[in-house]
């Protein structure tokens, strides 16, 4: 009976989700028929978060809590159609890293997480128990979850780290670590320690250990789209003895010209603003231009140099590291959730202290990162919106128009029948914001009622007369008040 169903188009449609696993299992075709969709609104979904124009006050990375992506509708229905079949997880597994190898779209990575995530919250052990990457997702998920990495969990990964695993399972493992949210939480924690640790980042464990799951992640797509090439060291020895202690050497430069700026520190004369602002050696750019991992760091050095609540503007500091940012492996900076992310907290930095208002950080962060690669990463001309959208009471009306005309859609060539639609709809909509409004015409005023300055009061007759008031008298304004039980009321003549 199930391949008199596959044949009814209708009754397929309408056989409850148990009756459909057990087709999927004997076509799988039709499984990755199905399963394709899921996907691509998945993918959607992320991009259209990226690309988002509207004021926000969260930004790609906390705008949902772990518990909440794997809430999402895509995961649920995937997880759904899944069920408790390890044949089908195993089959969306192989999809989806099929699909990473393809784009090296990392949201794929990403994908996988939460749904190993949703199956664990659904104690789906035929799930849970067959996925290699699962103790490792475990761990970081709660690392994630906690912002912070103790003892105990550090242990824990550390052991998920140090299993024997063959290349395809490898694979799995690289993917959990490439997880969006995941490397933010790495760097965002390998860029503390190194203001906060006194040791060498040689010496210290905690710091290798995050960079070991860093260095996997950044890995993964060659991990999965050539396992027979995955090399033996992910990770240079020259990493740890010669980026690190000068991203660290700079990142304790910038702490000491923010505590002496605050009149916190007594130094000598040796140390003052110029002496600490040490431009990078030409072997940290080399790394930053060829290692992710370099360049993740970089990045995310430079966006705890924007300004906030409690650390003004650091001009000359905050660009030294801007500078080099179009030199970020694989355009890093304008590229995915990280482009959303750093135009997210350029744009709170403009609206509190007004950095872009300074010519050099205009031309470096506008002109050089995004107006270059406007063309090269589908991304950037929304994030070019983005900015105009909230930013153009800063940029004022001639800049804005000058932006605007750049990334106009008839200036950007040809672009795929849905992006077109959404982008001209978005440029429609901040033209519409930017255009001043024309005064509107004030409706004339109702003439003011004419009134005597003296009411009408009638004929003499009709009014009341007082007991000695002679009838050629005629009252005023006001109609005399009748007299009081104990104080009577005199009445004084105009003539």
């Known amino acids: ?7 009814d188009e209708e009754l397929y449609g309408e056989c409850a989700v148990t009756v459909r696993q057990q087709i999927w299992l004997k076509n799988g075709d039709l499984f990755t028929q199905t399963v394709a969709p899921v996907l691509a609104q998945y993918i959607v979904a992320k991009r259209n978060l990226e690309c988002n124009i509207d004021p926000s006050t969260t930004n790609f990375f906390n705008a949902e809590t772990t518990k909440t992506r ?8 995937l997880t759904q159609m899944i069920g408790e079949h390890e044949q089908l997880y195993e089959k969306v597994m192989e999809i989806i890293k099929a699909r990473y190898a393809e784009t090296g779209n990392a949201h794929f990575c990403s994908l996988k997480m939460e749904l190993l995530m949703a199956a664990h919250d659904a104690n789906i052990e035929t ?24 003892n105990n969990l550090a242990t824990r990964l550390r052991s998920a780290l140090e299993k024997k695993l063959e290349p395809e399972e490898l694979a799995d493992v690289a ?31 905690s710091m290798q250990l995050l960079i070991k799951v860093l260095a996997l992640g950044a890995n993964s797509h060659k991990i999965v789209s050539s396992p027979e090439t995955i090399p033996s060291n992910l990770i240079d020895a020259i990493f740890f003895t010669k980026f690190l202690p000068t991203l660290g050497k700079m990142v304790v430069e910038d702490v000491m010209r923010i505590e002496i700026a605050k009149g916190t520190m007594d130094v000598s004369e040796e140390f003052s603003h110029s002496t600490l602002l040490s431009e990078a050696p030409d072997v940290a750019m080399t790394f930053v231009k060829a290692d992710m991992c ?8 430079m966006i705890e140099m924007f300004p906030n609540k409690k650390r003004g503007v650091d001009m000359r500091g905050f660009l030294r590291y801007a500078r080099h940012m179009h030199e970020l ?29 300074d010519d050099a950080c205009f031309r470096i962060l506008i002109d050089r990162l995004l107006i270059e690669n406007l063309k090269e990463e589908p991304n950037v001309k929304y994030h070019l919106l983005r900015i105009v959208y909230q930013l153009h009471g800063q940029l004022g009306m001639q800049k804005s128009s000058e932006l605007m005309e750049q990334i106009s859609p008839e200036n950007l060539g040809e672009l795929p029948e849905a992006d077109k639609e959404k982008y001209e709809k978005d440029y429609n909509k901040t033209i519409e914001r930017i255009t001043p409004k024309p005064e509107e015409e004030a409706p004339p005023q109702p003439m003011p009622q004419m009134t005597p300055a003296h009411p009408m009061m009638g004929p003499p007759t009709a009014q009341k007369i007082g007991p000695k008031m002679h009838p050629s008298m005629t009252p005023g304004p006001r109609q005399f008040a009748t007299p009081g039980p104990t104080r009577p009321q005199f009445m004084t003549p105009r003539h």
């Open 329 to 357: 492996r694989g355009k890093l900076a304008v590229h995915g959730p990280w482009g959303h992310f750093l135009i997210h907290r350029m744009i709170s930095a403009a609206i509190s202290e007004g950095i872009l208002a």
């Open 70 to 77: 794997r809430q999402q509708p895509q995961v649920q229905e």
């Open 294 to 301: 370099a360049s993740l760091l970089w990045l995310h050095q």
């Open 175 to 205: 993917m959990v670590a490439w997880d969006t949210h995941v490397v933010h939480f790495l760097c965002s924690i390998i860029v503390k320690l190194l203001r906060d640790s006194s040791a060498l980042p040689r010496d210290s464990q």
């Open 1 to 7: 009976y199930l391949k008199i169903i596959v044949c």
């Open 127 to 150: 799930s849970t128990r067959i996925d290699p990457g699962y103790e490792l997702a475990k761990c970081l998920d709660a690392c994630v979850r906690e912002r912070h990495m103790d």
